[in-house]
């Protein structure tokens, strides 16, 4: 180690927790380094540019004086995570058993058990008549916990049973850079065979069960690129390349079964290419040629494609055509949603179909009988929740399996009889230890814009909340990539609504929860429009007196770290701590360098920044090179070392600046999981959970709730 190193090194390792003086610890300092580059003839400077060096010790001892500070500063806490821990872990069913779904001769389900970190997948074969069959012995398919075995990171990737049982095919990652490889196994009992394939991320099988289609991503950029054709007695095969940079490939079969299919997806456009997979070795066929700005997706049904497409319909609509021939002269309308609607998804079965439509941030599912030529929807009991399609792989089933939840209702897993237009509760989920959903409430509230949009947002409290503005209030939001937010249930979260904190969703602009032109709205040049409408909800929230900037807390994880980001350089009196998990917060530095994992495919998302007037907009919201000397709220910035998605270093970078500028004297913490752990975090749910417990420990105590 040179001279240079061992220096700065020590002036970390000087700023750590051990022995400090009475004053109290000193936050770590990372070292300046002149680095400078120019964008558009301009020159940026940027001293902390050398903590990307990820194998240089010095950025090593820099992340674990940061950590050492972290936990010194927050030793008193620990009882109350502890206890925040034990609380929520009182309320889990740990020894569990998903809803058994049927799939040819078996059911298969997922097991939990208490003290076991990861599940187990599991079926039993079929009784009488194809019912549930108590007294069928047990087939473990896949044990994690066994998997992860002197691991401390265990992410599974796809995991798939070919069409006629006999055999297995999982990926897995230990690295927590979401780096899978490919291994096959035969059923029942046999052993791991691979792994057959590195960096793969995706999977099928074709219907001869002895030919796997895979995708592997590109070592560089991380894309999804190449389809593989892997037959027996063969080496694998290249079947597709994608070869523009802006496009990423994925795999799946129809429903039915009868096809493969092969999607490359942009943000803006969608392509298609299926393959019949009763003849494995054939060619792919385009369904429809890309064309900029049209999405599609496919499914099959009694030899005609069923296309979910935006063509000539901005929030979607079904359409038909024959296998032979999908192009648009020969489409049949199947489904358009109503004003304000969108057509989010579609599942086929060979009785009926399901579209799901978004209205107001609300799913719904409508359903179309074929033998009758009817629609009709299935009624939800909440006026906040979320309902998604799960399970149900069976193209020939009579029902419709859903599972439907709330802020404060635990999921339910229901199959739905269409014939009968009946459903059927299967499971809902435990929580223990006394809970009662009626002891909460749930609200949709609307908060008008800046701009005048009307932005949802969706908020749970336990009755006798405050209206005071006494109250502390928890508002969460993310709004990228045309991901809405969901109204879903989280045990953790009784914890804060025991202690007399509100929990609201800002459904900002950049989600899709308001249909397509909420996505739009919120994306490219107009990107603003995500950071400005959560601060229009949080000033909302305080002026309606549901909470003060002094009990207001904040959270965001990834492009929803950035808008944290975002929105504490704008607003910082506004809120009073803030939780920045992995958060995109250097935006500049990443969306300017191409030979990061995932940054071409984003230009469609955030701009080109190669674009003057893309550059700018950027530069304007940037967190990082935004921070200002002023006061901050409390803040908490938590990452992953091996983090694939946000790389580590953006959050580290964005702390050592902000060190050198806040003037306030709340705490600054970054925390970092040095060991093999993902965009997520720690892949096992004991783990998750004492992570998610230290978390909410710190916010609440920054609002002086401290046990």
Known sequence: MSRTAARLIAIA????????????????????????????????????????????PEVRAYLEAENRYAAEMTRAQEPFARALYDETLARIQQTDLSVPERRGRFFYYRRTVEGQQYPLLCRRAAGPGGAWNDGAPEEVLLDQ????????????????????????????????????RLFRRELPGGAAEGPLAERVTGVAWAADGATVFYVTEDERTKRSDTVWRLSPGRPPAKVYEEKDALYAVELSRTRDRRYLVVTSRSTDTWEQRVLDARRPGGALRVVLPRRKGHRYTVEHRQGRFYLRTNLDARDFRVVSAPVADASPARWRPFFTPGPGGKAAGLDLYRDFAVVTERQAGLARFRVHEFAKGTWHTVEMAEAVYDARATGNADADSPTFRFEAQGLASPPAVFDYQV????????????????????????????????????????????????????????????????????????????????????????????????????????????????????????????????TSPARLVAEGGSAGGLLMGAVVNMRPELFRAVHLAVPFVDVLNTMMDATLPLTVGEYLEWGDPGDPAAFAVMRAYSPYDNLQRTAYPALLVTTSLNDSQVMYWEPAKYVAKLRTLKTDERLLLLRVRMEPAGHGGASGRYDALRDRSWQLAFLLSQVGITR
């Not at 000193?26 to 540019?49: I, L, Q, Y």
């Not at 405050?466 to 969901?486: E, H, I, K, T, V």
């Open 145 to 180: 916990n066994a998997l992860a075995a002197g691991l401390p990171y265990l992410g599974l990737g796809d995991v798939e049973v070919s069409d006629d049982g006999r055999r297995l095919l999982y990926t897995a990652d230990t690295t927590g850079f979401r780096q899978y």
């Open 13 to 56: 390792l000087a700023a750590l927790p051990l022995g400090a003086a009475a004053e109290g610890p000193v936050p770590p300092v990372a070292p300046r380094k002149e680095h400078r580059t120019v964008w558009h003839g301009e020159e940026f400077s940027d001293p902390w540019f050398w903590l990307r060096e990820k194998e240089n």
């Open 419 to 546: 014939a009968a237009r009946r459903k059927v509760l299967r499971k809902q989920e435990a929580v223990l230890g006394g809970f009662d959903a009626a002891a909460y409430a749930t609200e949709r509230l609307w908060v008008k814009a800046r701009d005048g949009a009307q932005v949802p947002v969706s908020i749970v409290y336990k009755k006798g909340f405050p209206r005071d503005g006494s109250g502390a209030l928890w508002l969460y939001g993310y709004g990228s990539y045309g991901y809405g937010q969901s109204a879903r249930f989280r045990h953790e979260r009784l914890a804060l609504l025991d202690r007399g904190v509100a929990f609201a969703i800002a459904h900002v602009r950049g989600g899709d929860e308001m249909g397509e032109l909420w996505h739009q709205d919120g994306m490219l040049l107009e990107k603003r429009n995500t950071f400005r409408d959560f601060v229009d909800v949080a000033e909302a929230l305080v002026r309606e007196r549901w």
